[in-house]
């Protein structure tokens, strides 16, 4: 479980549509367990236990746009998992 290597992980949000796409990519990209929900609460719950991680957001802007990518929500809840776990910083490129 959080087997990435690198301390700065990129997500370019682009092209996500959906809020599961979200889901699919981050959960990836940061190697979360399988028993991963894919839902707001289990993403705070999983981003609270990350190691130290910079999480890059690509073109947040235009996943702002797409009303089922619920951008809004999951950027609120990366945002409150980062108050929470101090070696998670969250970097919103629009």
């Known amino acids: 479980m959080y087997k990435f290597d690198e301390s700065k992980i990129v997500i370019d949000c682009g092209d996500i ?11 990836e990209r940061l190697d979360f367990p399988d028993h991963y929900g894919k839902n707001p609460d ?3 719950d999983v981003m609270c236990e990350l190691p130290p991680v910079t999480l890059v ?3 947040v802007k235009r996943f702002k746009k797409h ?14 998992a980062a108050e929470y776990n101090d070696g998670l910083v969250i970097d919103i490129e629009e």
Do not use: M, N, T, W
């Not at 549509?17 to 959960?27: D, G, T, V």
């Not at 929500?73 to 409150?80: M, N, T, Y």
């Open 67 to 80: 009303p089922g990518g619920r951008a809004d929500l999951i950027l609120a809840v990366l945002g409150e």
């Open 42 to 44: 289990a993403l705070y």
């Open 57 to 59: 957001l690509k073109r």
């Open 17 to 27: 549509k959906k809020q599961s796409e979200f889901h699919e990519i981050i959960a």
